[in-house]
C-alpha cells in the first residue's frame, strides 16, 4: 500500500503523541513544568499536528483520478478520460502528462483562493446524495454539477483571444470575455464527456 510522507508524518506524530501519554499513565511520574510541557505536546501539539498532516494527506489524494474512480457512478467517465481513442476534451485533456493523474480535480476544483475546500465540499454533497438518493434505481439522476462549469478553468491553460486567435473567437470575443458563451458550448470545443457517458449512468 503506497504511503505518502505526509500520511508517514501524521501517523508518525500520532504515534508520538500517544506514546507520551501512555508513558505518562504508566510511569505517572511528578508534575514538574517540564513534565507539563512534555505532556502538553503529547495530548495536543502532537494529535493537532497529525490531524492536520492527516488532513493535508486525504486532501492530496482525492485529487486523484483513481479517487473519483472509487465510486462506480463514475466508472464511465473515467473510462472515457483514460480511452486513448476518445476525442472528448475529458479525454484529450486527460491524456496530457500534466493532467494524467489529476485529470478530473485539474479542470472541476473551484476557481479562487478557497477552490480546492469548496470542491472537496461538493463532493461530499455527492457522496451524501449517492448513499441518500437511490442511485442506482432505473431513471435516477447522474452526478451533476451544483453549479455551471465556470469556464476561467480553461483559462488557466489556454488564451482564446491570444493574438493569431481563431476567427471564430475573435467574432466573439465579447461573450468569451463576460462568459456568456463557453468553450464546451455547442458548436464550440464540444462537451466536455461523451453522450454514451450519461447513458451508462
Not at 465556470?150 to 483559462?155: F, I, P, Q, S
Request: charged share 20%; aromatic share 8%.
Amino acid at each position: 500500500m503506497h504511503v505518502s510522507l505526509l500520511g508517514a508524518a501524521a501517523l508518525g506524530l500520532g504515534l508520538a503523541g500517544a506514546a507520551i501519554v501512555v508513558g505518562f499513565l504508566l510511569r505517572r511520574p511528578i508534575l514538574t513544568p517540564m513534565a507539563k510541557i512534555v505532556l502538553f505536546l503529547g495530548l495536543f501539539v502532537l494529535p493537532t499536528g497529525s490531524a492536520f498532516m492527516g488532513n493535508v494527506s486525504n486532501m492530496e489524494a482525492s485529487k486523484n483520478v483513481e479517487f473519483c474512480n472509487g465510486c462506480h457512478v463514475m466508472d464511465s467517465y473515467v473510462r472515457d478520460v483514460r480511452n486513448p481513442s476518445s476525442v472528448s476534451l475529458a479525454s484529450v485533456h486527460g491524456r496530457l502528462p500534466a493532467f494524467r493523474d489529476d485529470a478530473c480535480y485539474a479542470c472541476h476544483a473551484d476557481y479562487g483562493m478557497f477552490g480546492g475546500v469548496t470542491t472537496k465540499i461538493g463532493g461530499m454533497h455527492h457522496v451524501e446524495a449517492f448513499y441518500t438518493d437511490d442511485w442506482t434505481a432505473p431513471g435516477h439522476r447522474a452526478p451533476k454539477l451544483y453549479k455551471p462549469y465556470d469556464m476561467r478553468k480553461c483559462l488557466d491553460c489556454h488564451d482564446p483571444l491570444r493574438k493569431g486567435a481563431p476567427l471564430e473567437h475573435q467574432v466573439h470575443a465579447e461573450k468569451l470575455k463576460s462568459r456568456e458563451i463557453a468553450c464546451s458550448a455547442s458548436g464550440c470545443h464540444g462537451p466536455p464527456h461523451p453522450a454514451w457517458v450519461q447513458k451508462t449512468q
